[in-house]
């Protein structure tokens, strides 16, 4: 090897000149600290030589250790899903027998088997701890006292019962066997084993076999640079920078490898970022199971069935896409089945529960549909928890998947996860037939080795690899990118004994073990050019430079013209800058030489739609087919002419787009989410409590009188009463079990509603209850208006229109009329679950130029009772969340105490203007919908929560 060359990111590696005389010697085999990096030189080996190479020549420390420490060949070695086994089953004697005191608290025995991890991860050192703690017994007397004793006595049990399941089924504990007592033929190189956590443990008896040697890592980092960025954008960023050119440059992307110290976010800002600059990148490394659609599927199984089948989680087995679920729209009809009745908390076990009740109500054939489907699946289901060995767990597993999915349709990836799950269901399956092993429940064991099973996508023949942080030490790839590698990030540091005290662990010996040093150091020769960095600000918080690459004095951050130099490589930004401003930030001049696929797509599709004619465009240009003109406005006639209430003025005035989407075609967004607290739902149940309070106060006696107030009070408690057992079964969205809180929240609010009533209103009678009223758009308080043909307020002044078949109709439901004895004058009420709206969009009405959206609500009731209940008087809200009274219209409108001592947001003298421009409204938008028009500017932060933002494209950017 020629003399190491320093670059501007490192210097060549040692590792090829160190490896590759072992190569030449066909009856060495080499040792290395993983899979991933034996099988990175078994292929460089290959290469090397041309031909083919033995594979049993390139060994992963772990199959090193199977090898040469192996007891006897007729035990096999005991793996985590036997630990597993023997873990479950003791777990599980502990609920009732109280076998452990120490290590599981007595409180916590009913819930053993959630212990099931921790006692997997102590059982290959409970020997070493045991041996450790008889040969200080004697020496240490605090190891005597009473909690000490208890835990090792907790640990003699489970060491002394897992012996005798290794022993009943012909199984050995690789972690027990203290010296070597087998070596395997040929000779051996263990390389670097100070990067690995048990090297130790294995050391003195590597040292007594004379055909083993071991090859340590360097004592000194090589001289890299360890760049420093200020936050993980700029640190990924850079690297795709530098790979790119790599890339254009023509070096293989086999030459090119990644490895990753930090957390998930930052892996899916690297293949993300990657993807958009078309860098090929492979993943290689592995998830659990349960993160693949074939694992997912177990979980969302569980999930449904822990939750008794609450609508939450059979919505999300049943609506999720990465499932082939075979008939999608009987599945989402059962999810809104239950949004629509509330089936929060589900059925519990052998229980009539909301969706039995729900189904029970509901006798339509569309819900004896629902409700065979949701049974069938409840079935299965439970079958699959109850199985009471791996065969019946197999044969249920294998019904559900028969009756609810079409495994056929699904992609590649969700068959392959899949079979990666029934492989392991067969296993454990092999493992009970052959060793006798059984549990007993085999659904919460397959369940937890899912969690832990890792799957590792197919490879593919191309795409730059990309690993995890210290798998992929010993690699020498001629390109090494080594991302996010803070101190934090590559710590590795471990405690096999986290269960003892640190003052028992010091005492013992057991003191925990850090061997980041050892890996940094062999990182930085693992590459021809070893690329260093980390971030100061990363996804996860602040990080600090490693401690090695500080005493070394290699650290190093990007200086102003490199990070440049890296902005000007980015396509994407010099394609912004041009939009912007049409000056693209250019290095050194250079036009731009290519753009990206994405980028090509974006920008055709811009060019067709938004830079270009298009096509039909609503939110952009009015409907030109009289036909289809029509088809929109049929939702709003009555009798032939075009009806619109307050919140139809409004919606229209907020955005004529959205009012086309949801009022003009009746298109609403579907929730598959119940809510406990569905405002919508609830206001309505309010608002029929309320009817019946007035409806029985009217029946009573029509004048509201004070001294009746503790018969309104009852009558008050009786309307909750009968809105709960009446009412609420036929509603739809409130979940049964939030009926008995809602009920003691709606009893005091009726309460506060009829004493503010019988103290504000007393002497005025009750005109109306929920009644609905239209009335022509013309300003009914103008009288010249009327006899000339609404010159004044109606659609002829605001919109040319002709004649009253022109005019709209205004139409709306108010909840509570009363008339006032003084002056026969009429009051409105309107009720708010909520806050009611505020002074300023009512008295935007009034303005030349609103800065906000205004409220029709009361400009509209004050035309309809002009119109049909003249004189209108006034005009409250009444706030059921303040319990406050709120004056609207109109001049004091209560003779009680405290009656009408507020001043009211808009005069009596000021009707004639606030319904002119409710009329005026009204016209102006008639005639716009007759000319097709919903391309109207949205008015301002009216876009701010849409959900229709993603169709009109309206403030809607995208990067």
């Keep these: 090897m020629s003399e190491p060359s320093t670059t501007a990111f490192g210097r060549r590696s040692q590792l090829h000149a160190e490896i590759n005389p072992l190569l030449d010697n066909p009856d060495l085999c080499l040792v290395f600290p993983s899979e991933v990096s034996a099988g990175w030189w078994r292929r460089a080996a290959a290469e090397r030589s041309g031909g083919a190479v033995r594979a049993l020549r390139f060994a992963p420390w772990d199959q090193f250790k199977q090898r040469a420490f192996e007891r006897r060949r007729e035990q096999r070695p005991v793996n985590n899903t036997l630990r597993m086994l023997f873990a479950h089953d003791l777990l599980e004697r502990n609920r009732s027998e109280e076998l452990l005191v120490r290590l599981i608290a007595p409180e916590y025995r009913e819930s053993s088997p959630a212990f099931a991890a921790t006692l997997i991860e102590l059982l290959p050192t409970l020997e070493l701890l045991l041996d450790r703690v008889a040969a200080r017994q004697g020496t240490v007397a605090e190891l005597n006292d009473a909690a000490t004793r208890s835990l090792l006595s907790d640990l003699r049990l489970i060491r002394n019962e897992y012996q005798a399941f290794l022993q009943r089924h012909s199984l050995f504990e690789p972690g027990y066997l203290k010296s070597a007592e087998r070596v395997p033929d040929g000779r051996f190189v263990v390389l670097y084993p100070e990067a690995l956590e ?250 937890r080795l899912l969690q832990t099973r890792r799957y590792v996508p197919l490879r593919r023949n191309e795409g730059i690899a990309v690993y995890l942080y210290r798998v992929s030490a010993a690699i020498a790839p001629r390109h090494h990118f080594v991302l996010g590698a803070s101190h934090q ?213 029509p004048r509201i009188r004070s001294e009746r107030l503790e018969v309104y009070r009852e009558m008050a408690r009786a309307a909750v009463r009968e809105a709960v057992e009446v009412d609420l079964p036929g509603s739809t969205g409130i979940p049964p079990v939030a009926v008995p809180a809602l009920q003691r929240r709606m009893e005091p609010a009726l309460q506060r509603f009829v004493q503010g009533l019988a103290e504000r209103f007393s002497g005025q009678a009750i005109f109306d209850i929920e009644a609905w009223r239209t009335a022509p758009a013309s300003d009914p308080f103008d009288v010249a208006g009327e006899d000339d043909g609404g010159s004044a307020g109606g659609d002829d002044r605001s919109a040319g229109t002709a004649g009253d078949c022109e005019r709209p109709l205004l139409a709306g439901k108010i909840d509570l009329m009363l008339q006032r004895p003084s002056d026969g004058g009429t009051v409105v009420l309107d009720y708010k679950l909520g806050g009611a709206p505020r002074k300023g969009e009512l008295l935007a009405l009034l303005e030349p130029q609103p800065t906000t959206v205004p409220a029709y609500q009361m400009a509209v009731y004050a035309v309809l009772v002009q119109h049909t209940q003249a004189p209108m008087s006034a005009a409250l809200y009444y706030s059921i969340k303040e319990t406050r009274f709120i004056h609207a219209l109109g001049p004091p409108a209560g003779a009680g105490p405290g009656g009408g001592r507020e001043k009211a947001w808009v005069s009596h003298e000021r009707l004639p203007d606030l319904t002119a421009a409710a009329c005026e409204q009204a016209a102006r938008m008639a005639a716009q919908l007759r000319k097709g028009r919903y391309d109207e500017q949205a008015a301002h932060g009216s876009c701010a929560g849409c959900d229709l933002r993603a169709v009109c494209r309206r403030k809607f950017f995208i990067r």
């Design 198 to 447: 048990d090297y130790a443990e294995f050391a003195e008896a590597l040292e007594t076999m004379d055909r083993v040697s071991v090859r340590p890592v360097p004592r000194e980092p090589a001289r890299v640079v360890l760049h420093r960025f200020e936050n993980s954008v700029q640190e990924i960023q850079a690297a795709l920078s530098q790979i790119e050119t790599l890339l254009d440059d023509e070096v293989a992307q086999s030459e090119i490898a990644v490895t990753v110290c930090e957390d998930d976010r930052y892996l899916t800002e690297l293949f993300s970022r990657a993807a958009a600059r078309e860098i090929p990148l492979q993943a290689r490394y592995g998830r659990p199971l349960t993160e693949h659609p074939g694992g997912r599927l177990m979980l969302r199984i569980e999930e449904t069935a822990a939750s008794n089948f609450a609508v939450d989680e059979l919505g999300t087995l049943l609506l999720d896409q990465g499932l082939p679920i075979k008939d999608r729209q009987l599945a989402a009809a059962v999810t809104a089945f239950g949004v629509a009745h509330g089936c929060i908390g589900g059925d519990p076990p052998n229980a009539a529960g909301a969706w039995d009740r729900a189904f029970a109500a509901d006798t339509s054939r569309g819900g004896s549909a629902v409700a065979s489907y949701f049974r069938m699946l409840r079935r299965n289901i439970t079958a699959i928890r109850g199985a009471s060995d791996f065969d019946g767990l197999r044969a249920a597993l294998n019904r559900f998947l028969s009756a609810f999915l079409d495994t056929d349709a699904w992609d590649e990836q969700g068959k392959r996860t899949l079979q990666w799950a029934q492989d392991l269901l067969a296993e454990l399956r092999r493992i009970e037939h052959e060793l006798g092993i059984g549990v007993s429940n085999p659904w919460r064991v397959f369940l």
């Design 489 to 701: 990030a590559t710590r590795v540091a471990f405690d096999r004994f986290a269960y003892l005290r640190p003052d028992q662990k010091e005492r013992l010996g057991l003191d925990e073990r850090d061997i980041t040093a050892d890996v940094l150091r062999l990182f930085s020769y693992s590459g021809a050019e070893v690329h260093l960095s980390f971030a100061g600000d990363t996804f996860s918080g602040r990080r600090l430079a490693p401690p090695l690459f500080l005493r070394e004095g290699l650290i190093a951050t990007p200086d102003d013209v490199t990070v440049r130099e890296l902005r000007a490589r980015d396509l994407y930004r010099r394609e912004r800058a041009a939009l912007h401003d049409a000056r693209p930030e250019q290095p050194s001049g250079a036009p731009v030489r290519r753009y990206y696929r994405r980028q090509l797509d974006g920008l055709r599709a811009a060019a067709s739609s938004g830079f270009g004619a298009g096509a039909r465009e609503l939110d952009r240009k009015p409907i030109a087919d009289p036909g289809l003109r029509r088809r929109v406005q049929e939702r709003l006639l009555h009798d032939g002419r075009l009806r619109l209430s307050s919140t139809h003025l409004r919606a229209y005035e907020e955005c004529p787009f959205a009012f086309l989407i949801r009022h003009g075609l009746g298109i609403e967004r579907v929730e598959y989410q119940p809510a406990a607290e569905a405002p919508i739902e609830i206001g309505s149940l309010f608002h029929r409590a309320l009817e019946r309070l007035c409806r029985a106060i009217a029946g009573s006696d």
